[in-house]
């Protein structure tokens, strides 16, 4: 099938990094496509107060004011505090950070040079000013900041799509790992492959959304998201693609549990 707009399907495109997968991991990718129901699994996602019905409200409050701020070149404490109360991060006192911080993830045209590096760069350049949170919030915060060009990891994710260290099997499309030593899982910041498999995971996303948007396999976007503009109408961005996957990973885990 082929999408019936080129330049809606090109929105979804613009600015993404050219990192190519391997030809294993796009059949595993491809594998999992055919036999699941993307949309199924985005319009069971669940999270607090966010559901489907809800229109996600939160996260869609949270995408809202960070990528406008992120859209101005900076984001503050109260940005980074939401985020964090949002996900149920432990140990939020520990967080600290400027009250604003500049950030550059709106430089111009998204085929400015800026984009062609690693996402990773982004994610480091966060670490630099933010401390006492770790992989999965960082991510979190570029993600609400710009769903288009970053998605969320965490360890829900990395449970079921890298190595594994649940009861269910992974499905090996990240060479990541989590630990848990009683205080609850995280994503140790040690991995040799941390932060670049981060740039793995950006370029699985868009390559799912991409095959979505090509194959005109349209997203069931809450009506909320398109009268705000946030989204166009049936079009996968990677934040789309990463919300049915959570949603998955937390099906697979609680069946698994």
């Given at each position: 099938?082929?999408?019936?707009?080129?330049?809606?399907?090109?929105?979804?495109?613009?600015?993404?990094?050219?990192?190519?997968?391997?030809?294993?991991?796009?059949?595993?990718?491809?594998?999992?496509?055919?036999?699941h129901d993307l949309r199924s699994f985005y319009k069971g996602y669940e999270w607090g107060k966010d559901t489907w019905e809800s229109g996600f409200a939160d996260m869609?409050?949270?995408?809202?004011?960070?990528?406008?701020?992120?859209?101005?070149?900076?984001?503050?404490?109260?940005?980074?505090?939401?985020?964090?109360?949002?996900?149920?991060?432990?140990?939020?006192?520990?967080?600290?950070?400027?009250?604003?911080?500049?950030?550059?993830?709106?430089?111009?045209?998204?085929?400015?040079?800026?984009?062609?590096?690693?996402?990773?760069?982004?994610?480091?350049?966060?670490?630099?000013?933010i401390r006492g949170i770790g992989p999965t919030y960082l991510s979190k915060i570029l993600m609400f900041s710009r769903p288009q060009l970053y998605g969320a990891i965490?360890?829900?994710?990395?449970?079921?799509?890298?190595?594994?260290?649940?009861?269910?099997?992974?499905?090996?499309?990240?060479?990541?790992?989590?630990?848990?030593?009683?205080?609850?899982?995280?994503?140790?910041?040690?991995?040799?492959?941390?932060?670049?498999?981060?740039?793995?995971?950006?370029?699985?996303?868009?390559?799912?959304?991409?095959?979505?948007?090509?194959?005109?396999?349209?997203?069931?976007?809450?009506?909320?998201?398109?009268?705000?503009?946030?989204?166009?109408?049936?079009?996968?961005?990677?934040?789309?693609?990463?919300?049915?996957?959570?949603s998955y990973a937390s099906k697979q885990l609680q069946a698994g549990s």
């Amino acid at each position: 099938m082929t999408h019936s707009s080129a330049n809606t399907y090109n929105l979804a495109e613009k600015g993404h990094r050219d990192m190519p997968l391997s030809i294993q991991l796009r059949g595993r990718i491809e594998s999992f496509l055919a036999d699941h129901d993307l949309r199924s699994f985005y319009k069971g996602y669940e999270w607090g107060k966010d559901t489907w019905e809800s229109g996600f409200a939160d996260m869609r409050q949270l995408e809202i004011d960070l990528s406008m701020a992120a859209k101005h070149g900076y984001l503050t404490k109260t940005h980074i505090m939401a985020v964090a109360k949002w996900g149920r991060l432990r140990n939020i006192k520990k967080i600290r950070c400027p009250e604003l911080m500049r950030i550059s993830l709106y430089n111009g045209d998204d085929s400015a040079e800026f984009f062609k590096s690693s996402p990773s760069v982004s994610l480091k350049s966060l670490r630099d000013n933010i401390r006492g949170i770790g992989p999965t919030y960082l991510s979190k915060i570029l993600m609400f900041s710009r769903p288009q060009l970053y998605g969320a990891i965490d360890t829900r994710l990395v449970r079921v799509f890298g190595k594994g260290n649940s009861d269910i099997e992974g499905l090996m499309w990240l060479s990541l790992e989590v630990k848990n030593y009683g205080y609850g899982w995280y994503i140790p910041e040690y991995q040799t492959l941390w932060p670049s498999e981060y740039d793995t995971w950006i370029e699985i996303l868009h390559h799912v959304a991409r095959l979505c948007n090509g194959n005109g396999y349209e997203c069931p976007h809450p009506g909320e998201y398109i009268d705000l503009g946030l989204r166009e109408k049936g079009i996968w961005i990677i934040a789309d693609v990463e919300t049915s996957l959570f949603s998955y990973a937390s099906k697979q885990l609680q069946a698994g549990s």
